[in-house]
């Protein structure tokens, strides 16, 4: 599994450059082992060294830690979804499940960062469901009313209040949810990196190439060295499917997002100077856009299946291209020449939107897949998932338990052949949300 770094993220070129970053160079013992560095694997290692003082915990990734999807999403700490096919009143208890894992989620992120001081750009501004297209009210509407049932507090708003808000008549419907949290999240990982205990032991730049377990012992076979390891807990989310972790159950999704520069003061104006917002959209394949605090704006509007492990940037200029024409559709009076920069990152799915978290052998453990959700999912279910590695029970854990599990997949050219056909078919029907 070789991946590359790259400098193309705005919110990880916000970050100050790291120089304590080792490198798997030699053979490795320890007690726990946790395949990936991001917001689950962060907060499986913090868990642990809670519990296990005295042990020795190693957490290992193929790229710097927090820099991959972790540090390349749009920033929503999610309360509600509307794109995951359980909001009819027929689903509206499984429905209930999700949102109470969502939930969760949100009070371990904000434990967090309460307890660590972490500074995020932490705003509780809710978030928007929004279209151009006026036959997509009666979705929202809808979605209100399984909101509503469920005591989630939200506001249906049309195009002259949308204007006054998101500083753009683009929008003729949308739905405001109020508990939602719009975040910076390289800020929030790169505090996970930072305060990581000291017994745990965190190697970078160092690609999973090969597993097995004999007997009592999981060997995870590096580049430059073996680790033997009497547990592990795998949280590598998109990159599951490629080192064999319930690959029927899970696969990548690879998006691509662009940011602007900081608008200029009269560039402010022009658009009404509106507070930070976040916009996702009605239709699946429709655009993702969000004011930042800083005046900057991000678009996320493409989804595909691409190869996980590196997108070229000839490849990515293409998607940025969409990206520019995006934000010229809802802000017509800005330049044309404002984005900044460009980059892709992976999520995984599963076929009904669950997520994985299961322990799938003796002393292997597994959480992700977390379906667009990762930062307060992915930071629950890692501590969840080290817990429940230690034979440890909780509410949590029972939440999580108590979701619909993750439905079986075909097997590859079936399974990307029908992922292409329903993307392409979504992508159709949110042209014009694009």
Same mark, same amino acid.
């Given at each position: 599994?070789?991946?590359?770094?790259?400098? &193309?993220?705005?919110?990880?070129?916000?970050?100050?450059?790291?120089?304590?970053?080792?490198? !798997?160079e030699?053979n490795?013992?320890?007690d726990w082992?946790?395949?990936?560095?991001?917001?689950t694997?962060?907060?499986?290692?913090?868990?642990?060294s809670?519990?296990?003082?005295?042990?020795?915990? =190693?957490? =290992?990734?193929?790229?710097?830690?927090?820099e991959?999807?972790?540090?390349?999403n749009?920033?929503?700490?999610?309360?509600?979804?509307?794109?995951?096919?359980?909001?009819?009143?027929?689903?509206l208890?499984?429905?209930?499940?999700?949102t109470d894992?969502?939930?969760?989620?949100?009070?371990a992120?904000?434990?967090?960062?309460?307890?660590y001081?972490?500074?995020?750009?932490?705003?509780e501004?809710?978030?928007y469901?929004?279209? &151009?297209?006026?036959?997509?009210?009666?979705?929202?509407?809808n979605?209100?009313?399984?909101l509503? #049932?469920?005591?989630?507090?939200?506001?249906?708003?049309?195009?002259?209040?949308?204007?006054?808000?998101?500083?753009?008549?683009?929008?003729?419907?949308?739905?405001?949810?109020?508990?939602?949290?719009?975040?910076?999240?390289?800020?929030?990982?790169?505090a996970?990196?930072?305060?990581?205990?000291?017994?745990?032991? !965190?190697?970078?730049?160092?690609?999973?190439? +090969?597993w097995? #377990?004999?007997?009592? *012992?999981?060997?995870?076979?590096f #580049?430059?060295?073996?680790?033997n390891?009497?547990?592990?807990?795998?949280?590598?989310?998109?990159?599951?499917?490629?080192?064999?972790?319930?690959?029927?159950?899970?696969?990548?999704?690879? !998006? +691509?997002?662009?940011?602007?520069?900081?608008?200029?003061?009269?560039?402010?104006?022009?658009?009404?100077?509106?507070?930070?917002w976040?916009?996702?959209? *009605?239709?699946?394949m429709?655009?993702?856009?969000?004011?930042?605090?800083?005046?900057?704006?991000?678009?996320?509007?493409?989804?595909? *299946?691409h190869?996980?492990?590196?997108?070229? @940037?000839?490849?990515?200029?293409?998607?940025?291209?969409?990206?520019?024409?995006?934000?010229?559709?809802?802000?017509?009076?800005?330049?044309?020449n404002?984005?900044?920069?460009?980059?892709?990152?992976?999520?995984?799915?599963?076929?009904?939107?669950?997520q994985?978290f299961?322990?799938?052998?003796?002393?292997?453990f597994?959480?992700?897949?977390?379906?667009?959700?990762? =930062?307060? *999912?992915?930071?629950?279910?890692?501590?969840?998932?080290a817990?429940?590695a230690?034979?440890?029970?909780? #509410?949590?854990i029972?939440?999580?338990?108590?979701?619909n599990?993750?439905?079986?997949?075909?097997?590859?050219?079936?399974?990307?052949?029908?992922? @292409?056909?329903?993307?392409?078919?979504?992508?159709?029907?949110?042209? &014009?949300?694009?």
């Amino acid at each position: 599994m070789y991946l590359e770094n790259d400098q &193309s993220c705005s919110w990880v070129n916000d970050l100050n450059k790291r120089y304590n970053i080792k490198i !798997l160079e030699k053979n490795k013992s320890c007690d726990w082992l946790i395949v990936g560095a991001g917001y689950t694997g962060l907060s499986a290692a913090r868990k642990l060294s809670l519990l296990h003082p005295d042990q020795k915990i =190693i957490i =290992i990734d193929a790229q710097l830690a927090g820099e991959g999807a972790s540090s390349r999403n749009s920033g929503y700490l999610v309360d509600t979804t509307l794109n995951d096919g359980f909001t009819s009143n027929k689903e509206l208890d499984n429905y209930k499940k999700k949102t109470d894992i969502y939930d969760l989620g949100i009070n371990a992120v904000k434990k967090f960062i309460n307890e660590y001081q972490v500074d995020c750009d932490w705003n509780e501004c809710g978030k928007y469901f929004a279209s &151009s297209k006026k036959e997509d009210e009666k979705i929202l509407r809808n979605f209100s009313d399984t909101l509503s #049932k469920l005591g989630y507090e939200n506001k249906l708003l049309s195009n002259n209040e949308l204007l006054g808000r998101l500083g753009t008549n683009f929008y003729n419907i949308a739905l405001h949810t109020k508990g939602g949290v719009l975040l910076h999240p390289g800020k929030l990982v790169r505090a996970m990196v930072d305060v990581l205990p000291k017994n745990v032991f !965190l190697y970078e730049n160092s690609s999973l190439l +090969t597993w097995h #377990k004999n007997k009592n *012992v999981i060997s995870c076979h590096f #580049k430059n060295g073996k680790i033997n390891s009497k547990k592990i807990i795998f949280a590598t989310n998109g990159f599951l499917k490629s080192l064999g972790i319930k690959s029927n159950y899970n696969f990548p999704i690879t !998006l +691509t997002a662009s940011m602007t520069r900081p608008l200029t003061t009269d560039e402010f104006n022009s658009i009404g100077q509106p507070k930070e917002w976040g916009v996702l959209p *009605v239709r699946p394949m429709g655009a993702t856009i969000r004011m930042t605090k800083d005046k900057r704006i991000l678009i996320r509007n493409t989804a595909e *299946v691409h190869n996980p492990f590196k997108m070229s @940037r000839v490849e990515l200029e293409k998607r940025s291209t969409n990206q520019r024409i995006g934000i010229k559709k809802r802000f017509p009076q800005l330049p044309d020449n404002i984005i900044q920069s460009s980059w892709s990152g992976i999520v995984s799915r599963t076929r009904n939107s669950s997520q994985i978290f299961e322990k799938i052998d003796d002393n292997i453990f597994v959480a992700g897949c977390y379906n667009g959700s990762g =930062i307060g *999912v992915g930071t629950l279910f890692g501590e969840q998932i080290a817990l429940k590695a230690s034979n440890e029970n909780t #509410k949590e854990i029972e939440t999580i338990e108590a979701r619909n599990k993750p439905t079986w997949l075909p097997p590859d050219p079936i399974l990307s052949l029908g992922v @292409r056909a329903r993307l392409i078919y979504e992508r159709f029907r949110a042209k &014009s949300e694009i």
